[in-house]
């Protein structure tokens, strides 16, 4: 029996849209947030919609993770996610901006949406006092893929034949393969500095 690794999300009114695969996120940008908050939330990565790709979705809510310096953009995206599918409205953000007049335009204009934080994890900004925090300069390092490993991994190399690929952890899978670019990288970058 083969189990999908890809995640599917049935929305309210009986459709269901399925996510990217785990692997297929990108390791830049706001892939590593957008990995770090699906497992937080035990949701679907990159959820294809009718019109357009959410970031994060679970059953009952739509999330769109932008830095805080374009959150009036994503605000306009997940309001139009959440249109399409019915599921309540989620705004994740990370980086420094004035969280207080975020979470208050959010509050006072738009009733219903919720809005997440990254602050070294995600954290749902539910009150003033949740919103006044001192940022810090590790809340813009992104998450590691090897934080996100969901399960145990077996005592194998995920690269050998004899391996059915559906043992390996896909966290685990992107983890180790963002790490063979980061070396290949690194050794490109230090032939050209020899030569």
């Given at each position: 029996m083969t189990r999908s690794l890809r995640k599917r999300v049935t929305a309210p009114d009986g459709r269901s849209?399925?996510?990217?695969?785990?692997?297929?996120?990108?390791?830049?940008?706001e892939g590593p947030f957008i990995a770090a908050l699906a497992r937080t939330?035990?949701?679907?990565?990159?959820?294809?919609?009718?019109?357009?790709?959410?970031?994060?979705?679970?059953?009952?809510?739509?999330?769109?993770?932008?830095p805080a310096a374009r959150w009036r953009a994503g605000l306009r995206q997940v309001l139009a996610y959440a249109g399409q599918t019915g599921q309540r409205p989620a705004l994740a953000l990370f980086g420094a901006a004035d969280y207080l007049k975020i979470f208050l335009f959010i509050r006072d204009r738009l009733p219903g949406t919720s809005l997440w934080v990254?602050?070294?994890?995600?954290?749902?900004?539910?009150?003033r006092a949740k919103a006044r925090f001192a940022h810090r300069p590790e809340y813009d390092v992104p998450p590691a893929f090897g934080e996100l490993a969901s399960v145990p991994l077996p005592d194998v190399h995920p690269f050998d034949s004899h391996v059915s690929p559906d043992v390996i952890d896909p966290w685990e899978r992107a983890?180790?393969?963002?790490?063979?670019?980061?070396?290949?990288?690194?050794?490109?970058?230090?032939?050209?500095a020899s030569a």
């Open positions: 849209y399925s996510g990217r695969w785990p692997q297929q996120i990108p390791h830049t940008g939330v035990n949701g679907a990565c990159e959820v294809v919609l009718p019109v357009g790709r959410a970031d994060v979705a679970t059953s009952t809510t739509i999330f769109e993770v932008e990254y602050r070294g994890h995600w954290v749902e900004v539910s009150s983890r180790r393969a963002a790490l063979f670019e980061r070396a290949h990288l690194a050794g490109v970058e230090m032939r050209r």
